[in-house]
């Protein structure tokens, strides 16, 4: 077996998880796994037992953390370094690090600037003899130049045949808070993707309450860190987690938690009975990571993009809330949301 290994995945919980069981089979190769993060993703990553090392890139201080890394992992070594994420410093680490296997996935881009930086990277690349494999960027994807990204992770089965053909790796939390409640509610996650829905700032609250009736099951919205007008004007009782009692929790109809931990989350999302967002990429990802049935709200224009991280699903289905030029209303979508449901 192999000793040690460095994986970079600088970016979103969503792009972690659409490649963590590759990951995971590619670290049982090794006996000390390390993983460069970012701030977005490192408390999931660092919550995955198996990782040697977790060590956060901070996006936010950008010019400085290059610096920094350069200076870290110059001629560290490694049995093997793979970069998932495409950023400019994980490339360049690459050729820093002392590893007897490198691989990275170039993104390609539109224009000519993009294509002749490709040309320079690949001339670098071969040089130093770093495998590599090409990803398509959203902009190249959304004129249906397709592929899927889950599937493009298990290439590296060419150099490591123990992976699989699985998407998602997720420990199970310790938490079971809401295992008694299994299946008698739905959650919504909010965020700003509820922007664009038609009279969302003030006909929101009236239509969950409806949608609940409806459905018949308790709804549980969930938010962090949310300022947008339309949750601020949402009259529903909004319950920060560190106030989250058995009692509101079993007796309320509808209610929202606020800013919940992510071990806490994943148990709320384990235990629901469908699962609804406007493709939260960590909420959409963790749900069919959870074979849970799970909605997603998009814009007829983004499927293309969206299709391209998730492996056919017999639990996702996608609600539109808008179609070329039509927008729908907020109603319109919840009850396209509870027929889906009822369907069950």
């Known amino acids: 077996m192999n000793k040690k290994i460095i994986f970079f995945s600088i970016d979103r919980l969503g792009d972690y998880?659409?490649?963590?069981?590759?990951?995971?089979?590619?670290?049982?190769?090794?006996?000390?796994?390390?993983?460069?993060?970012?701030?977005?993703?490192?408390?999931?990553?660092?919550?995955?037992?198996?990782?040697?090392?977790?060590?956060?890139?901070n996006t936010k201080k950008k010019i400085i953390n290059k610096f920094k890394f350069l200076i870290f992992f110059f001629l560290k070594s490694y049995d093997s370094a793979i970069s998932f994420d495409g950023k400019n410093i994980s490339t360049l680490l690459l050729f820093f690090i002392n590893a007897k296997f490198k691989f990275t996935f170039i993104y390609k881009k539109k224009g000519v600037a993009n294509f002749l930086y490709t040309k320079l990277i690949i001339f670098?690349?071969?040089?130093?003899?770093i495998k590599y494999e090409f990803l398509n960027s959203r902009a190249l994807i959304k004129n249906n130049d397709d592929e899927n990204y889950p599937k493009m992770y298990q290439k590296l089965k060419k150099y490591f045949n123990n992976i699989e053909s699985e998407t998602y790796y997720l420990e199970e939390t310790k938490i079971n808070k809401y295992d008694k409640l299994f299946e008698n509610y739905i959650i919504f996650h909010l965020d700003?993707?509820?922007?664009?829905?038609?009279?969302?700032?003030?006909?929101?609250?009236?239509y969950i309450k409806k949608f609940q009736k409806n459905i018949?099951?308790?709804?549980?919205?969930?938010?962090?860190?949310?300022?947008?007008?339309?949750y601020k004007k949402l009259n529903i009782d909004k319950i920060d987690f560190n106030k989250l009692n058995n009692?509101?929790?079993?007796?309320?109809?509808i209610l929202i938690i606020e800013n919940m931990p992510l071990d806490h989350f994943q148990n709320l999302m384990k235990n629901s009975y469908t699962n609804i967002s406007c493709h939260s990429g960590y909420f959409v990802h963790t749900s069919l990571a959870l074979n849970k049935k799970t909605i997603d709200i998009i814009n007829k224009t983004d499927e293309i993009w969206y299709n391209n991280w998730i492996n056919e699903n017999n639990n996702y289905k996608k609600i539109y809330k808008s179609n070329?030029?039509?927008?729908?209303e907020i109603n319109e979508i919840l009850n396209s949301i509870a027929?889906?449901?009822k369907k069950y």
Do not use: W
């Open 339 to 341: 027929d889906e449901i």
């Open 17 to 57: 998880l659409v490649r963590s069981n590759v990951i995971k089979k590619i670290s049982d190769n090794f006996t000390n796994i390390e993983i460069v993060t970012s701030e977005k993703n490192y408390k999931l990553i660092s919550s995955q037992k198996f990782f040697t090392n977790v060590i956060l890139f």
């Open 216 to 230: 018949d099951k308790k709804v549980i919205l969930t938010s962090f860190n949310n300022n947008f007008n339309y």
């Open 247 to 253: 009692d509101i929790l079993y007796t309320s109809k």
């Open 324 to 328: 070329i030029n039509i927008k729908f």
């Open 124 to 129: 670098f690349l071969n040089i130093f003899k």
């Open 192 to 206: 700003e993707k509820y922007l664009d829905i038609i009279k969302i700032d003030n006909k929101f609250d009236e």
